[in-house]
Structure formats: C-alpha cells, structure tokens
C-alpha cells in the first residue's frame, strides 16, 4: 500500500492523498501489498494481498465511511487485522479524525474496542487474526496506527463497511 503522507509527523497538515471513500458493503486493504504488474498497480483484493511490513508508528492509508444513502442507521464497521506469524503483544489501534491529518487522528479512550490486542492462530497455519467491529463509528476519516509490534511481525488490515 501506499504509506500514509506524513505518518509519524502528527502535523495537522492536510494528507496530500485523498482518503478512499467507502459506500455500504464495501472493504479496503488498509495494510497489506499487491503483487505489481509492469505498468500497472492493482489494488489488493483477496486474492492477491501480501502481508506488509510495517514500523511501529506507523499509520495506515486513510478511508471514510461515507453517509448511508437515504439516512439511516449511522456507519459501522468491521476491521480485520492478519499477522504473519505470533505477534504476541502487538497492539493495532483503530484511530478517526475530523480532518485527515496524521496530527488529528486518535483512538477514542471510551471503548477498548478501538485497540486491537487479542490474537487467534488461525486454524493449523502460522498466521493470526485480530478483529474488532465500531458500530456506530461515527468518524469522518478512519486509519489504523501500529502502537507496539514486539515480535516484527507483517500485517495485512481490511476494513469493510457494515
């Protein structure tokens, strides 16, 4: 994936790169890369993304959860979080912001549903899964900021909207 523009710089300039807008039902790989082709980048799907190595600090690319079509309920979502091998004490925070600035992001203090630290081996394999579900998550922006990663694992995030 692209790096957030000014992860780690907590400037309350403006991202250069307009955030992905996500309607009801859709999903983004948040961390996680895709094999590229000459002349083309295609964008990571469940076929083809590839754990990503990230630093701690790091931010992820950003999303919004645009407004239900219609109104309605408010948005929800689902973020699924995949480590390549034990992460042990890893912490993946689920962070949202009025402005998509890496300066205006932060991980709501009234739920520890915003910090993913719980990790399942899946199935036999080596890879592990850490899940949270925000509904409502009522942010403008959403990105994900990798708060400790002790065993240097890789990671692959997908969002989806609920």
């Given at each position: ?30 961390f ?21 190595v990230?630093?701690?600090?790091e ?7 645009c ?37 205006a ?17 899946i199935?036999g394999?080596a ?8 509904v ?27």
């Amino acid at each position: 994936m692209p790096p957030y523009a000014t992860s780690g710089t907590n400037s309350l300039t403006l991202n250069s790169q307009l955030p992905a807008l996500l309607w009801p039902g859709d999903d983004l790989y948040l961390f996680g890369t895709s094999p590229g082709n000459p002349g083309a980048i295609p964008k990571a799907n469940d076929t083809n993304v590839i754990t990503e190595v990230v630093a701690v600090g790091e931010r992820s690319i950003a999303c919004q959860l645009c407004p239900r079509p219609g109104g309605g309920y408010p948005p929800g979502c689902l973020v699924q979080v995949i480590a390549n091998a034990n992460p042990g004490a890893a912490e993946i925070d689920v962070q949202d912001a009025a402005m998509d600035a890496d300066g205006a992001y932060i991980t709501p203090t009234g739920s520890a549903a915003y910090k993913i630290t719980t990790w399942t081996q899946i199935g036999g394999s080596a890879n592990y899964l850490g899940t949270t579900e925000l509904v409502p998550e009522t942010g403008r922006f959403i990105s994900l900021k990798v708060i400790a990663n002790p065993n240097g694992v890789s990671f692959t995030a997908k969002i989806s909207y609920e």
